[in-house]
């Protein structure tokens, strides 16, 4: 079979049989996808051979690098040596305990034991599952509201799904009901909230703690077991909050019992520079932490739930009710997907990429900011680390929402760069192996999309069409 024809039946395939994630439907039924056929350091290419800088890392997830051969050794090793055995009750693996040890080194505070599951969706729920079995075990049966925010995103199982704020996710699906889990607002420093608008960021920090604080009273502080929040709001727009915020947050919580989860699926393991980033950056020790993604580059599907030293105290009381922890996850802890987790921190460490992200992230912030805003279509360009968004706009004084991502998206693939398009807004999450030159190239080829698009806007092209 000639590659050509392997390939129009892999496209045929996909689209009679393959539902993917997050997709618009009526243009995938006539146009089917874009066929990734390989993929090396920070490029990949596809079934008619073109090649694209991977301006998001995968899915926000490969941290260092596709295709490596030393994470090929690694994971080849495992598999011949022992692929997989069941973790449940009393039976473990080295790679499963050595990775989990591994990672209470790094973790803020006394987050100290880790549940490991096959992503970040499925850590949240199980994050929500272990705190509301927590609270049981304390006798603190009414706890079982969740606070979250509007515009975050936490997965697409039916609980992380009904975490997630961001409103376009949500419809025709069903929800579980504001009774159980409901919403305060993003920490939006470009589009805030009514009565915030004029005030400095330390104001609007204490405006927003504030906002939480009356929720939690309105809700009853005894009914409320936890406050859940992205460290970065990734997928709602990478919104970067105020200063103090989380402290402020985290501080108010602490007074009324109602525990912190920090979803770090996207924020941990580099992309901001350091192992984790709640409290390293932000100031903040979270009652539990979520992971996924660049814990193993995304080699391997594979995440963690890592909970203190308090609540595992008391889930893992011999004498609990119930007697058994009757929580877990045929995969959890697999062998293969661990030892890919302990090679990834190895070459993380040996190849020094958070000072690469250190040293070259204030640079691509800045570059993006200057050479992109001045666009009359960008509203704003913000971020950190290697955590980027440009924000599309169709007046920058009234800030309403342009949604061209898409078509800045298509134009950039004309160029050879990949990025992720969310409604109106650009997101860019390179993996950390990103050079400058990279960076240069990123930058120059989505500012002629961006102007392109613009100049199309300008000209009352039809855009929907
Ligand atoms: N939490 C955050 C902050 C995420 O960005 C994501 C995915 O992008 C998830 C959770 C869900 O992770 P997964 O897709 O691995 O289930």
Redesign the pocket.
Known sequence: MTDSIKTDKVWQQDKNHFIHPYTDFSTFHEEGSQVITKAKGNFVSDSQGNTFLDGIAG??CVNIGHGREDMADAIHKQITQMQYFNPFGHSTNAPASELAAEIAKRTPGDLNHVFFTS??????DSAFRIIHYYNNLRDKTTKKKIISRDSA?????YF?ANLTGIQATKSSFDSLGDELISYVSAADMYRRPIGAEQLTEDEYACFLANELENHILRLGADNVAAFIL?PVM??GGVLVAPKGYHKKCADICRKYDVLVVA????TAFGRLGQWFSSEAIFDFVPDVL?T??GINSGYI?L?ATIISADIYRVISQPQCEGGVFSMGFTYSGHATACAAALKNFEILEQESLFDNVNKLGPYLQQTARETLLTNSIVGDVRGTGFMLAIDLVSNKQTKERLYQAQRVFEKCLEKGLIIRPVGNIIVISPPLTLTRDNIDSLISKLKEAIDEVSSEVLLGDNLDA
Not at 119 to 124: H, L, Y
Not at 263 to 266: A, F, R
Request: proline share 4%; charged share 15%.
């Open positions: 899915l926000w992503g970040g969706s499925v850590s949240n995103y936490h997965g697409s199982t992380a992205e990734g997928a979803d770090e699926v996207v979520i996924a993604k599907p995440g």
